[in-house]
Nanobody
Framework: QVQLVESGGGLVQAGGSLRLSCAAS????????MGWFRQAPGKERVFVAG????????YSEDSVKGRFTISRDNARNTVYLQMNSLKPEDTAVYYC?????????????????WGQGTQVTVSS
């Protein structure tokens, strides 16, 4: 069992930055591939970025490439999402998730554990 708790969301103007954190507890965090997803009102939950257990491999969805960076600190059992140059269309609830697969998948079905989410609102 892995428990995940996100933090760092909030209200920011377009062009601003936020850093989301996801603190994990429970089973060995460093053995899990981690992902960030987001869900806008009335839309499905979609993949944003993922990172391998070692942190050596990352993958981001096209609309956030060059703006968002995923990283992890296994000593602190924490994964981060640095979000720069935010746009109003980035507004959503952001979730972190843990996957036992070694490959970074974009499908929600590949992730077993989820946090409760943190709201990010970008004003124009």
């Amino acid at each position: 069992q892995v428990q995940l708790v996100e933090s760092g969301g909030g209200l920011v103007q377009a062009g601003g930055s936020l850093r989301l954190s996801c603190a994990a507890s429970g089973r060995t965090f460093s053995s899990y591939t981690m992902g960030w997803f987001r869900q806008a009102p009335g839309k499905e939950r979609v993949f944003v970025a993922g990172i391998s257990w070692s942190g050596q491999s990352t993958y981001s969805e096209d609309s956030v490439k060059g703006r968002f960076t995923i990283s992890r600190d296994n000593a602190r059992n924490t994964v981060y999402l640095q979000m720069n140059s935010l746009k109003p269309e980035d507004t959503a609830v952001y979730y972190c998730a843990a996957s036992a697969y070694s490959i970074i998948y974009s499908s929600t079905a590949r992730y077993e554990y989820w946090g409760q989410g943190t709201q990010v609102t970008v004003s124009s």
